[in-house]
Each structure stands twice: as C-alpha cells, then as structure tokens.
C-alpha cells in the first residue's frame, strides 16, 4: 500500500488529453515539493516535472504538473502513443523522514 | 553529462548479503549539491526508496525505515562510485534495484532524482 494514490491505470486516444492524480497528505505532498517520473516499458524512471510544476530541460512543454492542497496533478496534452508507460509521484515525507512514491499509474493511448 | 553505471550480481540466496555497485562519471560522489540514493521496484511494493549517502563537509546517510537495519550505502572517493549491501535478504527483497542521484542548491529532501542508473534485476532464491 502506497503512501501517495494514484489511479492504476488511465486510458486516453492520441491528441487527447489527460490529467493524472496523486493524493497525500499533510507531511508528504502538504509540506513538500512534489516530482513526477515517467516510466516506458523495460527502462529506468525518468524525471518529467519537479518542485510541483518545473520542467527539466528537454521535458516538452505537453507535459505540465499541478499542487493544491494535499494533492498533485500531472497533465499531459497531445497524447502520443511513445507516452505510454507507467507514471509515478514522488515527494518527501516530513513525518516519515523518507521518500515516499505512488503506485503508478499505467496509461495506455489507443 | 552524468550517467550511472550499476553492476553486482542477478541471484542472491536467502539470509545472503545483496550487494550492488553504482559507478558515477560527469558528477563526483563527494559533491557538495548531490546525494546519491538507492530505490528499488518491485510487483508488490512499487517504487521503494531505500536510503542515500551524500557529503557536506562531512559524510551523512539516510534509510528507510523499511531496511534501515539491513541496509548500509557507501561512498568509495577513490572509484567514485557508491554501493548498496543489503544483509539477511529473503524473497521479499527480490526486485530491480535503482541507483539515482538528487542534486541541487535546495535542502536535500526538496531534490528529485533527476539521474537514474540502467537498473539491476535481483532475484532472491536458493
């Protein structure tokens, strides 16, 4: 049982667009810098949005990320059938004293 | 650019010691913005941070809760690279292994991991 829940799975045509939730609490995503990974099929997690919002360079700007509150969103727009793959959330967890992860999500673009 | 180049063994036998090596270049392990962490992904237990070792005037780790009796993170400065020992393992433990680094001018539990190494697959069976 993951700390942060995300949906298991989302499911989206291409050029549509879809929004992916990640829920907390107070010492996790309440207090904390959220960061977001994406995840294709048979490769390492990689970093697409962190401190809530903030784009690493080369991350395209389809990708977008949302905090209030206790929750978090991942945006994606102009779905592409290279996004899918597993999403996760990440943030520290001020009770915890450690990082904690959701459960991922799988998007499937068909 | 930095890159992580994991290596250590696929196959553990239970109550064995799990130990993995990380292997940094384009970054030093005695860097004073980074901490240098070890994270693992399993079926049943998703993406789990084990711990990290990192350097400010002096060397600090971290652990999860999780494994924080099992677990010990090392920095080796003459290979630059870091490992992970993890003792008593049982089936439980078997997963693919991830070394990460966090880096930047924020308090440590604001960075993301923004390196990630290829991943180790290890398998925990007699």
């Known amino acids: 049982q993951s700390v942060l829940t995300q949906p298991p799975s989302m499911s989206a045509a291409p050029g549509q667009k879809v929004t992916i939730s990640c829920s907390g609490s107070?010492?996790?995503?309440?207090?904390?810098?959220v960061s977001w990974y994406q995840q294709l099929p048979g490769t390492a997690p990689k970093l697409l949005i962190y401190?809530?919002?903030i784009r690493p360079s080369g991350i395209p700007d389809r990708f977008s990320g949302s905090r209030s509150g206790t929750s978090a969103t991942l945006g994606i727009t102009g779905l592409q059938t290279g996004d899918e793959g597993e999403y996760y959330c990440?943030?520290?967890?001020?009770?915890?004293?450690?990082?904690?992860f959701g459960g991922g999500t799988k998007l499937t673009v068909l | 650019q930095v890159q992580l180049q994991q290596s250590g063994p696929g196959l553990v036998k239970p109550s064995q010691t799990l130990s993995l090596t990380c292997a940094i270049s384009?970054?030093?392990?005695?860097?004073?913005?980074?901490?240098w962490n070890w994270i693992r992904q399993s079926p049943s237990r998703g993406l789990e941070w084990l711990g990290r070792t990192y350097y400010r005037s002096k060397w600090f780790n971290d652990y999860a809760v999780s494994v924080k009796t099992r677990a010990t993170i090392n920095p080796d400065t003459s290979k630059n690279h870091f490992s992970l020992h993890l003792t008593s393992v049982t089936p439980e433990d078997t997963a693919v292994y991830y070394c990460?680094?966090?880096?930047?001018?924020?308090?440590?539990?604001?960075?993301?991991?923004?390196?990630w190494g290829q991943g180790t697959l290890v398998t925990v069976s007699s």
């Open positions: 107070s010492p996790n995503i309440g207090y904390n810098y």
């Open positions: 990460a680094r966090a880096d930047g001018l924020l308090p440590l539990n604001y960075l993301p991991f923004d390196y």
């Open positions: 401190h809530n919002n």
């Open positions: 384009g970054d030093s392990v005695s860097s004073n913005s980074a901490a």
């Open positions: 990440g943030t520290w967890d001020s009770g915890l004293s450690e990082v904690v």
